[in-house]
């Protein structure tokens, strides 16, 4: 039997469950979300207020593969890297990515097209390294906040990423079906499969109300 929380999220009532140390938003296993990079062009990597959040064990691990990613840089980012370093430390403490002109990050590279892609995935898919990229950037739109004891994993909503719910919706597929892989690489396969057998029962109760 899975424990059942309520909190506030997005100025309404939302329903978490607990799965060992984590709260998981309803709105996680509820919604549907598929990135829609045709309509988006990678413009998370561009727009808001900070760069990417790092944990402190991705800092030495993107230092140190740095070198393999140099041919899939911009200039700019190389110069930014070279001067002030590939992070910094935001107004709450935290690490985050550097930026380039106070907008992408220092990481994004961009296509004929006009699309934003990251070099450290680029490098990931060529073989070069074995970090696809920050965590944070992999799990989004999931964002984690500590509670306690308890870490909340919550589906935030971004305007940016509006296209991604609406081809979500259109494909049936639950964000926390799309991340799927982030989310094992966080948690693990167990707590993923603890997951699955709530969307499953959450579900099933919803269609018997029905």
């Avoid at 994993?153 to 940016?160: A, P, Q, T, Y």
């Amino acid at each position: 039997m899975h424990t059942v929380y309520f909190a506030i999220e997005a100025k309404k009532l939302n329903t978490m469950f607990q799965v060992n140390d984590t709260l998981i938003s309803e709105n996680l296993l509820e919604e549907f979300f598929v990135c829609d990079l045709v309509s988006c062009k990678g413009i998370c990597c561009v727009e808001g207020d900070a760069g990417a959040p790092l944990e402190k064990d991705e800092l030495k691990i993107i230092k140190d593969i740095l070198p393999e990613i140099q041919e899939f840089l911009p200039e700019n980012s190389k110069k930014i890297i070279r001067e002030k370093g590939f992070y910094y430390t935001d107004e709450d403490g935290d690490c985050v990515t550097s930026l380039v002109n106070e907008r992408e990050c220092v990481f994004a590279f961009f296509e004929e097209d006009g699309t934003c892609k990251c070099s450290l995935e680029k490098a990931y898919y060529q073989g070069k390294t074995d970090f696809c990229k920050p965590i944070s950037c992999h799990l989004y739109p999931v964002r984690l906040q500590k509670i306690n004891d308890y870490t909340a994993v919550n589906l935030h909503h971004w305007k940016v990423c509006e296209c991604a719910f609406v081809l979500g919706k259109k494909l049936k597929i639950p964000a926390y079906r799309f991340l799927k892989v982030p989310l094992i690489r966080r948690f693990g396969e167990k707590w993923y499969k603890e997951v699955e057998l709530i969307a499953d029962l959450l579900k099933e109760t919803r269609e018997r109300n029905d």
